[in-house]
């Protein structure tokens, strides 16, 4: 497992989810971040490392060396590495985490409903496939 860029962990068949990815992309011009989803090879063995359930893909994860972050705080620090204002959001990490962490459980619990979900985990085009995983 390549340990020296983040690796950003996400439910492959949610529509959101795969929206954030792509903002990240748009946004990591430095090409700091690596992406696998929950539900692919690289994300189990990451799911099962911090024992961490492999069929709960609700989370957000960002894998940091050998720190996992998850939920919310996992967004901050996504948030904390980009380029321009969005590492501003950062700030939000004094918010208690049981408040961030109801907010987040409650958009992870009504995103596929909201956002809708696919059939299959998104494939990356032959120029982002170096920064997928798996």
Avoid: H
Avoid at 78 to 86: E, I, P, T, V
């Amino acid at each position: 497992m390549i340990k020296e860029k983040p690796i950003v962990l996400f439910d492959g068949v949610c529509n959101l989810c795969n929206r954030v990815v792509q903002f990240i992309i748009k946004r990591d011009k430095e090409k700091k971040f690596l992406f696998a989803s929950l539900q692919g090879k690289t994300g189990q063995e990451v799911l099962k490392k911090f024992n961490l359930s492999p069929t709960d893909f609700d989370s957000f994860v960002v894998l940091e060396g050998n720190k996992i972050y998850t939920r919310s705080k996992a967004a901050l620090r996504m948030l904390k590495q980009m380029s321009g204002g969005w590492k501003l959001f950062y700030g939000f990490i004094i918010v208690p985490r049981f408040i961030r962490n109801a907010v987040y459980d409650w958009i992870a619990r009504n995103r596929y409903k909201w956002y809708g979900k696919r059939n299959e985990c998104m494939i990356p085009t032959p120029e982002l496939k170096e920064r997928f995983l798996d």
